[in-house]
Each structure stands twice: as structure tokens, then as C-alpha cells.
């Protein structure tokens, strides 16, 4: 896991180190199931290593961090990583109840791997990507879409443009605003940063918990952590339609026809 130069795509790798967290500590409460939905079997593997062979595959990823369940780590390291083969995973951490919790806990191993690959030089150099495990259709044209963008703008997510019209509700469950759908996007992940700015947001974040929740502040994403307490806004970086999240049964059938139409993964 080292440092490459130009591609044969033109991609300029030279003297940038890109981590991925990977979240796979979710539950199957949604899926109305007993197996978490990123173990769940998506073609002829489990669902979680669709996305994890993309990134094993992809020359813009270096490494790996994979977030799961206490209960599931020895799962994951026997019969995710080591049984499919994935190099590029070099840590399987514990998450946390809440999302920011399971990206907080993988980024102190990222903080703690300062100077690991290389001499330390400009933080900028170093970008972390977060992904949703249950994410399966991740492809490589969306890891260098958001590099690209990461590299110039300092913050970006994978989204796409609202299909649909918006409505925003008010606490009676009526319609209260329109949005223009020209300016809405629909947020996916992956979601990267460079490393010292997401790593400092979710710093400032951890002392700002209880005045967040007093207030009624909801913390859903990484943009969402950057945009309270970063210094630079997120760029969104148009990616694909098929690159869905794996929430209820209904998703599966769609994601097994996907894959059924020569879909990624």
C-alpha cells in the first residue's frame, strides 16, 4: 500500500494516500430480518462485499478501515476479509450505537496511523472516503469522480439530482415549502474529506454533542459534521442512480435486479 503515480486513466495519485471507512455496523430491524443487512447474500457474497471489492480493486483507494458490531468482529475477520481476500483492509473496529459514533471510533485509527506510509508532510496529502457497507453498487467511476473533486475542493459526497419533487412537512405532517428541484440532490456516499479537516470536525463535534441535541440538531451525515464545523464547503459530485442504499426488503429486489442487468458490484 503505497504511494503511485499517473495511471493509464491519467489519474494523478503521486504523493496522496486515500483511507476508506467502511460502515457494516448496522442491524436488520428495517430488513425485518435476524441477519444484519450488509451479511445478507447479494448475488453469490454477502451484500458488504460488493463495495469492499471495488475499493480492493480500485487504484485510488490504499486502505481500508471496516466498522462493525462487537458481536460480529471475528465474523468479519474470518469470513469477510480473510475469506474474499480483501489486503486493503488493515483494521475491523468496533462501531458505535449512532453513525458519527462508528465513524468516530475508526477515525482515531486513521489519527493513529499518522506517518505509517510515508514521511509526514501536507495533511492536505491525505483524504479519507466513508461509505456505507450497504452501498453495494459503488464503482470506480464514482472513487474517481469524488477524488477528483476531494482533491480540489477539500470536501465532496456522492449525490444525485432529485428525480422527484420535494416537499418540506411541517410538525403537523403538512405541506409547508417547495423546494425547486433544480437545487435538490439526493446524498450518497461515499462521503471524503481530507483528513484533517474531518478528523478536527469530529473533534469539535464530540465537545458539541449536548448543546446539538438541546437544540434539536441532528447530525446524519459526514457533510453534515463538516458543514457545522469545517471551513469550506462540500461540493456535490454527480454519481449514479443504481448507487443505492440497502434499507428494507424492497431494496434487495431491486439490487438482485441490478445485478440480474449486469449492474456494478
Not at 20 to 37: E, P, Q, Y
Not at 173 to 178: I, L, M, V
Not at 206 to 221: C, Y
Request: aromatic letters at 8%.
Amino acid at each position: 500500500m503505497g504511494e503511485m503515480g499517473t495511471d493509464e486513466a491519467g489519474m494523478d495519485k503521486t504523493g496522496r494516500y486515500c483511507y476508506a471507512i467502511v460502515l457494516a455496523a448496522g442491524s436488520g430491524s428495517r430488513m425485518h430480518s435476524t441477519t444484519a443487512k450488509q451479511f445478507m447474500t447479494l448475488g453469490d457474497r454477502p451484500l458488504i462485499c460488493h463495495s469492499l471489492q471495488t475499493m480492493e480493486k480500485s487504484p485510488v483507494m490504499d486502505e481500508c478501515i471496516l466498522v462493525t458490531g462487537k458481536a460480529d468482529m471475528e465474523y468479519v475477520r474470518q469470513e469477510i476479509v480473510g475469506k474474499y481476500g480483501f489486503r486493503k483492509v488493515t483494521a475491523v473496529v468496533e462501531g458505535g450505537r449512532e453513525r458519527y459514533q462508528s465513524v468516530w471510533n475508526a477515525l482515531q485509527v486513521i489519527k493513529g496511523k499518522r506517518g505509517d506510509h510515508r514521511a509526514a508532510g501536507d495533511s492536505r496529502e491525505e483524504y479519507v472516503f466513508i461509505q456505507d457497507g450497504a452501498r453495494p453498487f459503488l464503482t470506480e467511476e464514482i472513487l474517481r469522480g469524488t477524488f477528483a473533486d476531494v482533491c480540489r475542493y477539500r470536501a465532496c459526497v456522492a449525490a444525485v439530482p432529485a428525480k422527484d419533487t420535494v416537499k418540506i412537512a411541517d410538525r403537523e405532517g403538512f405541506a409547508d415549502q417547495t423546494p425547486d428541484r433544480s437545487l435538490v440532490w439526493t446524498v450518497q456516499t461515499p462521503q471524503v474529506f481530507e483528513r484533517n479537516l474531518i478528523v478536527d470536525a469530529y473533534d469539535k463535534l464530540q465537545t458539541a454533542l449536548p448543546a446539538l441535541a438541546s437544540q434539536g440538531i441532528l447530525v446524519t451525515d459526514d457533510a453534515s459534521v463538516v458543514e457545522l464545523f469545517g471551513d469550506c464547503k462540500v461540493r456535490l459530485t454527480p454519481a449514479s442512480y443504481r448507487n443505492i442504499k440497502i434499507t428494507t426488503p424492497e431494496d434487495i429486489q431491486v439490487a438482485e435486479a441490478f445485478l440480474g442487468g449486469g449492474g456494478a458490484g
